[in-house]
């Protein structure tokens, strides 16, 4: 498991606070168990928003970062073929753009 799902579940489980997830997909992935447990049961609640976002277009990541409060950089593409140039374009290049 990632650590921004841990984040993510902490924050949004607590029901201090709206969390707004920024990915990659058009949605985000669960696996069955996380399906069915807390962090399933609060994506569907009125606290966490999703929004599908291009991290190296720096004007879709200064959209998803409006009126944010606090960010936190988790960006960590799902590739199971551990491909370092995307990794480094969104993960430096796209910092590097965005900031």
């Known amino acids: 498991m990632f650590a921004a799902r841990y984040l993510v579940e ?14 990659l997909g058009p949605s985000t992935k669960l696996g069955p168990s996380e399906e069915n447990g807390p962090l399933g049961e609060t ?6 928003e999703y929004v599908s976002v291009g ?13 944010a ?9 799902n590739s199971p073929t551990n491909n370092h ?9 796209g910092n590097k753009e965005c900031n």
Do not use: T, W
């Open 10 to 23: 902490m924050l949004i489980c607590s029901r201090r606070f709206s969390v707004r997830i920024a990915g």
């Open 43 to 48: 994506l569907q609640s009125d606290y966490v």
């Open 55 to 67: 991290f190296r277009d720096e004007a879709q990541v200064l959209k998803a970062r409006q009126e």
């Open 69 to 77: 409060k606090v960010v936190s950089h988790m960006v960590a593409p």
């Open 85 to 93: 140039q995307l990794h480094h374009s969104i993960n430096v290049q």
